[in-house]
C-alpha cells in the first residue's frame, strides 16, 4: 500500500512539472505573438518594448534569433542596431540568421557612410551566404561602395562576378551604375554602349532606373566620343518619349561640351541652402532622393545630407519613410537644382514633388 502511495505521488508530481512547462511554454509563445502582431499592425515603439521585454523574459527562447533581427530593425539608436546584429552572428553561425544579421549589419554601415564596414559584412554574405535571397542587391551594394571609393579595380571584379553568375533582377541598376562608373573614368565608348543597351532593353521598365537620366548621360558620352549625330538623337528622343520630365525641358546645349559638370546646363542656378533642418514647411518643392522602410536608416542617410549642409525633410507613407533636399517656392527652380544635385551625390533616380500642402 505504501508503495502504491508513493507512486502515485510522484506520478503527481510529474504532473504537476509538466503543467508548469506547458504553462511556460504557452507564456513565451504569446509574448512573441504580441510582439510581432504589435509589428505587423506598424506599431512600432511599442513592438520595440514587447520584444525588448520578450528577450529578458526568455533569454533562452527558440524565437531568440527573430526577436533580435527585429530589435535591431526597430532601434533607434546605431549602436543598438549594431549590437543586436552582432549577437545573431555570434550565436547564430551558419544560419539563414547570421545571413540577416550580416546583410542588415551592411546596410546600417552603408547607410552610415561607413564603407569599410559595410563591405566587410557584403563580403561575408557573398562568400558564406551565396545563395541567399538577396544576394543581388549584395552586390549591387558592393559596386556602390566600391564606386564611391574609387577602387577601380574592384568595383570591375564584383561587376563581372554578378555577370558571371547570370542574375537579372538588379541588372539594370546594376549596369547603370556600371555606365556611370566608367563614364566617370573617361571610358565614353564603354559607357555609350551601356547607355544605349539601358534605353534598348529596359525601355523605362525597371521602376528604379530614371530613364530621362540615361538619355542624356547617352547623349553626353556620344558627344564626347565625337558623335554628335548620336547625341542629338538621344536628346530627340529624350523629348519624345519625356516631354514633362525636367531634363526634357532644359535647354542642353550640344553644341558645348554636354560631358562637362552640370552648371553648363543652361538654366542651372546655384542655391544657397539654408541651415538644415528637419521642420517641417508648407506649400513648397523639394527633391525626393530615398525611401525607407527602415526608419534608422532614413535618418542616417539624413544626418549624411545635414552635414553637408542640405535642407532635409523626412515624411512618413504608409510603411516607408520618405526622404527628400532643398526647398523651392516653384518647381522650376527644384528641378534645376536636382540636375545638379544628383549629378554631384552621384545618385541615380530623384522625384521633384510638392510636400506639406
Not at 504553462?23 to 506598424?42: C, G, I, Q
Not at 557612410?113 to 552586390?139: M, Q, V
Not at 564606386?147 to 539594370?172: A, D, G, P, Q, V
Not at 530627340?236 to 553648363?264: C, F, H, R, V
Request: proline content about 1%.
Amino acid at each position: 500500500m505504501k508503495k502504491l502511495v508513493t507512486i502515485l505521488i510522484i506520478i503527481f508530481s510529474l504532473s504537476i512539472i509538466g503543467s508548469s512547462f506547458l504553462h511556460a511554454d504557452e507564456a513565451e509563445e504569446n509574448a512573441y505573438k504580441s510582439a510581432v502582431s504589435l509589428f505587423d499592425k506598424k506599431e512600432y515603439t511599442k513592438a520595440a518594448l514587447e520584444y525588448a521585454n520578450f528577450l529578458e523574459k526568455f533569454p533562452t527562447s527558440s524565437h531568440k534569433a527573430e526577436a533580435l533581427l527585429k530589435s535591431a530593425e526597430l532601434s533607434e539608436s546605431i549602436e543598438a542596431a549594431i549590437k543586436y546584429y552582432k549577437e545573431v552572428i555570434n550565436n547564430f553561425t551558419g544560419t539563414d540568421f547570421e545571413a540577416q544579421a550580416a546583410f542588415g549589419l551592411a546596410k546600417l554601415y552603408y547607410a552610415e557612410g561607413n564603407y569599410h564596414k559595410a563591405k566587410k559584412y557584403l563580403n561575408i554574405e557573398i562568400s558564406k551566404f551565396p545563395t541567399a535571397s538577396w544576394i543581388e542587391e549584395t552586390y549591387y551594394l558592393l559596386m556602390l561602395c566600391e564606386s564611391t571609393e574609387r577602387n577601380t579595380n574592384l568595383f570591375e571584379k564584383t561587376y563581372n562576378e554578378y555577370n558571371t553568375k547570370k542574375f537579372y533582377i538588379f541588372s539594370t541598376r546594376v549596369n547603370m551604375a556600371y555606365a556611370g562608373f566608367v563614364f566617370e573614368n573617361g571610358k565614353y565608348d564603354k559607357a555609350l554602349v551601356l547607355y544605349r543597351s539601358l534605353i534598348e532593353k529596359n525601355n523605362g521598365k525597371d521602376k528604379y532606373v530614371y530613364m530621362p537620366l540615361v538619355y542624356v548621360n547617352a547623349a553626353k558620352a556620344a558627344q564626347k566620343i565625337g558623335e554628335t549625330a548620336g547625341a542629338y538623337k538621344f536628346m530627340k528622343e529624350l523629348k519624345n518619349k519625356y516631354p514633362q520630365s525636367m531634363e526634357a525641358k532644359s535647354d542642353i546645349s550640344l553644341t558645348q561640351n554636354i560631358g562637362s559638370e552640370a552648371n553648363q546646363i543652361q538654366g542651372v542656378k546655384k542655391h544657397d541652402m539654408a541651415d538644415a533642418s528637419l521642420t517641417k514647411q508648407k506649400g513648397f518643392y523639394t527633391i525626393q532622393i530615398a525611401a525607407y522602410s527602415n526608419k534608422r536608416l532614413c535618418d542616417l542617410t539624413a544626418e549624411k545630407m545635414v552635414e553637408k549642409k542640405y535642407e532635409v525633410f523626412v515624411k512618413k507613407d504608409g510603411k516607408f519613410y520618405k526622404l527628400s533636399v532643398g526647398r523651392f517656392t516653384n518647381k522650376k527652380d527644384a528641378e534645376s537644382f536636382a540636375l545638379d544635385f544628383v549629378k554631384k551625390e552621384h545618385l541615380n533616380s530623384y522625384l521633384v514633388k510638392q510636400s506639406w500642402n
